[in-house]
């Protein structure tokens, strides 16, 4: 079984960086589709990109740039590089992966749809002030 583990949140201030990390164990899959989402205090899961297991991203236009998603194949990680933060950026962000599907990245773009993905990590704070 897939299980996602979070690290890398934290306080920062305006303008900062930070790195979060997913550990990806069990991710067996011959194609996969994993990604990022994030959840402000009192909001809904936004999703902020997706990425496959060859590489091809999708960025929600919101990001403006900002965040870059990545992968680590070998060492079952997945990245979220977020600069110039801002506050608000804070939310609870979680990495969500299952096997790869034709709509995949849809759904990552879609927050009623973020459900189909089975696969979710425990989330990692982020607060940015």
Request: hydrophobic share 30%; aromatic share 12%; charged share 15%.
């Amino acid at each position: 079984q897939v299980q996602l583990v979070e690290s890398g949140g934290g306080s920062v201030k305006a303008g900062g960086s930070l790195r979060l990390s997913c550990l990806m164990s069990g991710m067996h899959y011959t194609s996969y589709c994993a990604g990022w989402y994030r959840q402000p205090p009192g909001g809904i899961h936004e999703g902020i990109a997706a990425i496959d297991r060859d590489g091809t991203t999708q960025y929600a236009n919101s990001m403006e740039g900002r965040f870059t998603i990545s992968e680590d194949n070998a060492q079952k990680m997945l990245y979220l590089q977020m600069n110039s933060l801002k506050p608000e950026d804070t939310a609870m962000y979680y990495c969500a992966a299952d096997q790869f599907w034709p709509g995949c990245f849809q759904a990552f773009g879609d927050p009623q749809r973020a459900y189909e993905y089975n696969n979710w990590g425990q989330g990692t704070q982020v607060t940015v002030s």
